[in-house]
């Protein structure tokens, strides 16, 4: 029998945690910009070049050997141009996001490096087929494939070795996380997401989310982003770029999927990018300041 537990007390005791209780200001500030439809460029320049070590790794990522430019690139303007703003949007919202995954034990620091790359590739994904879908702004389905499993660092933190516990058992089972999260802490990644992304203010299309991701539908056109997510996470597993602990993920034929009418070339191209960036999602978590 799943364990029961109070959920309106650990929800308390989870959004008073120093780590938690408010938003990354970049990923805030960069998601405030995207929500309001008299920003632009100007404004995600300004905010890149207020953090000063968000504009130094965002330069200094813009100059890797990883996109190869033959000219060298020396302002946050120039990156914008260059890389694209939603390219610029995307790196800034990770490098906000990306401190949390640094903290911990080994054994969290270890998950959370697997965890960071797998949360990487389903934004990358998310982001290249939500071109496809109507209805869904690229720069938002990213920051939801970025943080959907983000209950996992919630859950790590909260519970550290009975959570640990938890993840070795999907890992020898190969079974899935979530069943097992809540049948051994009586809450899952899913709902500890919600939870934080509500406390932030997050926007509707991100909270939904993460508290769905997991869920088989119906969608209705409105939550196309709850399946576009959902299909993201199954191609990061199918193109092993990181591992989020789940052994038992979907597969992209699911039926549930069907909704989106992706094709076979779309997907193995998605694949194939993911694959070929898994470097630089590694990268990204451990640029120096
Ligand atoms: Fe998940
Ligand atoms: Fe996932």
Same mark, same amino acid.
């Given at each position: 029998m799943d364990k029961v537990i109070d959920l309106g007390q650990l929800r308390s005791e989870l959004q008073v945690e120093d780590d938690f209780k408010s938003p990354p200001s970049l990923l805030q500030e960069i998601l405030a910009v995207t929500e309001d @439809?008299?920003? #632009?460029a100007k404004d995600v320049q300004a905010i890149v070049e207020r953090d000063m070590s968000c504009a130094v790794k965002l330069l200094r990522l813009a100059n890797s050997a990883y996109y190869g430019f033959s000219r060298q690139i020396k302002t946050v303007r120039e990156a914008i141009v260059i890389i694209g703003l939603d390219g610029v949007k995307n790196v800034a919202m990770s490098l906000g996001v990306a401190e949390v995954f640094t903290k911990g034990t080994p054994a969290e620091k270890a998950f959370f490096n697997n965890l960071w790359i797998h949360s990487m590739a389903t934004a990358t994904a998310a982001s290249l087929l939500s071109?496809?879908? @109507?209805? /869904?702004?690229p720069s938002l389905a990213y920051c939801a494939g970025l943080l959907h499993d983000f209950g996992k660092v919630i859950l790590f933190h909260h519970f550290g070795v009975e959570y640990e516990e938890v993840i070795n058992r999907a890992a020898e089972t190969k079974s899935s996380l979530l069943a097992l999260e809540r049948k051994f802490? #009586? /809450? &899952?990644h899913a709902l500890v997401g919600y939870w934080i992304a509500e406390t932030w203010d997050l926007p509707q299309v991100v909270t939904e989310t993460l508290q769905m991701h997991h869920d088989s539908g119906p969608w209705d056109y409105a939550r196309q982003h709850i399946p576009l997510v959902g299909i993201a996470d199954v191609l990061a597993y199918e193109s092993r770029v990181g591992n989020g602990g789940n052994f038992s993920a979907r597969r992209? &034929? &699911? @039926? *549930? *999927?069907? @909704?989106?009418?992706?094709d076979e070339a779309q997907i193995k191209s998605v694949m194939n990018d993911l694959r070929k960036e898994s470097s630089r999602f590694a990268a990204m978590l451990h640029l120096d300041p």
């Open positions: @439809p008299r920003s #632009g071109r496809k879908v @109507p209805n /869904v702004v802490l #009586g /809450v &899952d992209y &034929d &699911d @039926p *549930f *999927f069907n @909704p989106l009418r992706f």
